[in-house]
């Protein structure tokens, strides 16, 4: 990947697991890739408009250009965020650098 394309990818958005297993959807309106990990050891798929995998414990950071256009997080049970407090936290940063961020 070129510096140039590195650049575009400004925005970062953090997936953190909160003990339980869980999955997750990111989709963006620019492009995504994980930062800071391997998708095959994470066993996360990402395309270029979108991200999906699961989560347990842990953090899991995409960089991504554009507008997050949806997140769709479930725990366990297939059961939505609003409903579960065990799915994973979401956090979104315009403008961050995933290099700079620490752990949570």
Do not use: C, K
């Not at 994470?42 to 995409?62: I, N, P, Y």
């Amino acid at each position: 990947m070129s510096s140039e394309t590195d650049d575009n990818l400004s925005n970062l958005v953090t997936i953190v697991g909160r003990g339980v297993p869980s999955n997750y959807e990111i989709t963006v309106d620019g492009d995504i890739e994980l930062a800071d990990a391997d998708p095959l050891e994470e066993a996360t798929v990402v395309t270029d408009h979108s991200a999906e995998g699961a989560v347990d414990t842990g953090v899991m950071r995409f960089q991504f250009s554009g507008q997050l256009a949806n997140v769709h997080v479930v725990d366990w049970n297939g059961v939505s965020a609003l409903e579960s407090s065990s799915t994973p936290e979401v956090h979104i940063d315009y403008g961050a650098s995933a290099r700079n961020e620490s752990d949570y």
